[in-house]
């Protein structure tokens, strides 16, 4: 599973990132997880915001920080 | 970074049907000048048309947005029911008392009209739903 986060860093992002591999790990997924802060990179996936989490390239939130149930379930599906 | 860095916290979504009339035209000028002067963004609605799924999901996760139609037809409307996301601020441009046709020299007086027009939806919808 690839699971990327969007943000170029502030303490939103920051979180988001945390509660992703935090929700990773829990789950016992096996999953890479990249951080993108590049504002190109973040351009080119057309979110209006950040942060925002994409897992196998499908966008599942932007800006706003899931929860770590709420990545639980789509990484679980 | 500040704290607000980098998400678009009370930001206005701006979708317009930008159609090939004055009154779709009409809508997209109004949201370029609404986003030049800060009052919200506009926002790719061929992307949501296209499915691709960051702006799908924008659209479902931003707090405040308006889709603004230039005729009954309701283009705007009928992508975002398609994708499934919820309209929150709605307006349809021949509602205003302007008239649909192929004139593409656009007025200052109905630009100016309908950009009144979508803050004043905007402010009625996000007052009455706090």
Same mark, same amino acid.
């Given at each position: 599973?690839?699971?990327?986060?969007?943000?170029?860093?502030?303490?939103?992002?920051?979180?988001?990132?945390?509660?992703?591999?935090?929700?990773?790990?829990?789950?016992?997924?096996?999953?890479?997880?990249?951080?993108?802060?590049?504002?190109?990179?973040?351009?080119?996936?057309?979110?209006?915001?950040?942060?925002?989490?994409?897992?196998?390239?499908?966008?599942?939130?932007?800006?706003?920080?899931?929860?770590?149930?709420?990545?639980?379930?789509?990484?679980?599906? | 970074?500040? &704290?607000?860095?980098?998400?678009?916290? @009370?930001?206005?979504?701006? =979708? !317009?049907?930008? /159609? +090939?009339?004055?009154? $779709?035209?009409?809508?997209?000028?109004?949201?370029? &000048?609404?986003?030049?002067?800060?009052? @919200?963004?506009?926002?790719? =609605? !061929?992307?949501? /048309? +296209?499915?691709?799924? $960051?702006?799908?999901?924008?659209?479902?996760?931003?707090?405040?947005?308006?889709?603004?139609? @230039?005729?009954?037809?309701?283009? !705007?409307?009928?992508?975002?029911?398609?994708?499934?996301?919820?309209?929150?601020?709605?307006?349809?441009?021949?509602?205003?008392?302007?008239?649909?046709?192929?004139?593409?020299?656009?007025?200052?007086?109905?630009?100016?009209?309908?950009?009144?027009?979508?803050?004043?939806?905007?402010?009625?919808?996000?007052?009455?739903?706090?």
């Amino acid at each position: 599973m690839d699971i990327k986060v969007l943000g170029p860093g502030c303490p939103k992002c920051q979180q988001t990132e945390k509660n992703v591999k935090e929700a990773v790990a829990e789950a016992a997924v096996e999953a890479k997880v990249e951080k993108v802060t590049n504002l190109l990179e973040i351009a080119k996936q057309g979110v209006f915001g950040t942060p925002a989490v994409i897992i196998d390239g499908q966008v599942k939130s932007v800006g706003k920080i899931p929860t770590k149930d709420e990545i639980k379930k789509w990484i679980t599906k | 970074m500040a &704290e607000e860095c980098c998400v678009p916290g @009370g930001i206005v979504m701006i =979708l !317009a049907c930008s /159609g +090939g009339s004055n009154v $779709g035209q009409l809508a997209n000028q109004a949201a370029v &000048e609404l986003t030049q002067e800060g009052f @919200g963004k506009m926002y790719c =609605l !061929a992307g949501i /048309g +296209g499915h691709l799924s $960051g702006f799908v999901q924008s659209a479902k996760d931003v707090p405040q947005m308006v889709a603004i139609d @230039g005729c009954p037809t309701g283009c !705007a409307k009928a992508i975002l029911d398609h994708a499934e996301i919820q309209i929150r601020s709605y307006l349809v441009l021949t509602e205003l008392g302007i008239e649909k046709n192929k004139n593409f020299q656009l007025s200052r007086e109905e630009i100016d009209r309908v950009k009144i027009a979508v803050k004043e939806t905007c402010k009625k919808d996000y007052v009455s739903k706090g």
